[in-house]
C-alpha cells in the first residue's frame, strides 16, 4: 500500500500480464499473478453453493421432524381399503348401527381421503355409504313397530303392574285340579244342555270358584268378593264375546247359553287358579 500527497493507493487486486515485443530488442516476459482473495466476503457469488445446501439441510430437517409429530405425511396412492370385501355396510365403514347421520358422513370422508388413490377402495366405501343411507331412509319411511319394548313399557305402566301383581302361579297339583273341574263342568254343559239351559252348571261353577279361591287365600270375606267379582266379570266377559266378537259354534236353540258358559267357565279357571 502506498500513501502519496495524503492519498492512500491500494495494489491492484487482479494483475494483467503484458508481453514486451521482440521488435524492440527486449526479451518477451511474463509477470506472475498476484496471489487473488478468494475469501467469501469478498466474491459473493462464491456463496451461492454453500447457501443452496444449507437450504436443503433445513428443507430435510423440517420434514424429518413433521413426520416424526404427524406420521408419514407422503402420498401413498397405492394404498388398498382393508375392509373391502366386507359385506356388512357397518362393518365395513368401522360404525354402529346406532350411528347418527353425522358420524356415518364423517366415517365415510374420513375414509375416502385416506384411499382416494385406489378407485375399488373409493367404489366399496361409496357403496356401503349409500346402503346405509337408504336403509336409513327406509325405515324413517316404515318404521319398524318393536313389539317386546312396547310390551315392556305396557307391562311396567302402574295399572298393568297392579293387575299382574294380583295373580300368582300355584303348584301343578291345584292347577290340574281347577282345570279338571271345569273341564268337567263344560263337558256337561255341551252334552246335556236343558231347555233352562246350564243353570245347574253355572251354579256348579260358581261354588267350585269359592271353594278353590277359599284354598288358596285362606280367608273367607276375600274369597267371596273375588268370587262374586270373578264370576259378574267372567259372564259379562263371555256374552260381549259371543255378541260382537265369536260366532256361535255349537248350533241348537241353547248354542248362544252353551257358548257363554263355556267362555265363562275359563275365565273362572283363571281367577280360581292365579288370583291371589
Same mark, same amino acid.
Given at each position: ?161 297392579? &293387575?299382574?301383581?294380583? $295373580?300368582?302361579?300355584? =303348584?301343578?297339583? *291345584?292347577? %290340574?285340579?281347577?282345570? +279338571?273341574?271345569?273341564? #268337567? !263342568? ?58 260382537? &266378537?265369536?260366532?256361535? $259354534?255349537?248350533?241348537? =236353540?241353547?248354542? *248362544?247359553? %252353551?257358548?257363554?258358559? +263355556?267362555?265363562?267357565? #275359563? !275365565? ?9
Amino acid at each position: 500500500m502506498m500513501n502519496a500527497s495524503g492519498l492512500t493507493l491500494a495494489p491492484p487486486k487482479f494483475h494483467i500480464p503484458w508481453r514486451c515485443s521482440q521488435r524492440f530488442g527486449t526479451s518477451q516476459r511474463t509477470s506472475q499473478a498476484l496471489p487473488v482473495r478468494r475469501d467469501a466476503a469478498a466474491c459473493p457469488l462464491l456463496q451461492r453453493p454453500c447457501f443452496a445446501l444449507s437450504t436443503q439441510r433445513s428443507n430435510a430437517m423440517i420434514v424429518r421432524a413433521m413426520s416424526a409429530s404427524f406420521g408419514d405425511l407422503s402420498d401413498d396412492s397405492s394404498a388398498v381399503f382393508p375392509r373391502i370385501n366386507v359385506k356388512d355396510p357397518y362393518k365395513r365403514l368401522g360404525i354402529s348401527r346406532m350411528a347418527s347421520e353425522d358420524e356415518i358422513q364423517g366415517a365415510r370422508n374420513f375414509l375416502i381421503q385416506q384411499y382416494a388413490g385406489h378407485k375399488p377402495s373409493v367404489d366399496a366405501i361409496e357403496s356401503a355409504h349409500d346402503k346405509i343411507i337408504m336403509q336409513k331412509f327406509h325405515e324413517r319411511k316404515n318404521p319398524k313397530i318393536d313389539v317386546s319394548k312396547k310390551f315392556r313399557q305396557v307391562r311396567q305402566s302402574k295399572a298393568v303392574s297392579f &293387575v299382574f301383581d294380583r $295373580f300368582q302361579t300355584p =303348584p301343578t297339583a *291345584f292347577l %290340574v285340579r281347577t282345570a +279338571l273341574t271345569f273341564a #268337567v !263342568l263344560g263337558a256337561l254343559t255341551v252334552l246335556f244342555p236343558t231347555e233352562e239351559g246350564p243353570t245347574l252348571q253355572v251354579l256348579l261353577s260358581l261354588i267350585s270358584t269359592f271353594y278353590f279361591m277359599h284354598q288358596r287365600l285362606k280367608k273367607k270375606l276375600w274369597s267371596f268378593l273375588y268370587g262374586t267379582g270373578s264370576f259378574v266379570f267372567s259372564w259379562l266377559i263371555g256374552t260381549f264375546l259371543m255378541v260382537s &266378537v265369536i260366532p256361535p $259354534f255349537i248350533k241348537g =236353540p241353547r248354542g *248362544f247359553e %252353551v257358548m257363554s258358559s +263355556l267362555i265363562s267357565y #275359563v !275365565l273362572l279357571w283363571v281367577a280360581s287358579s292365579y288370583l291371589r
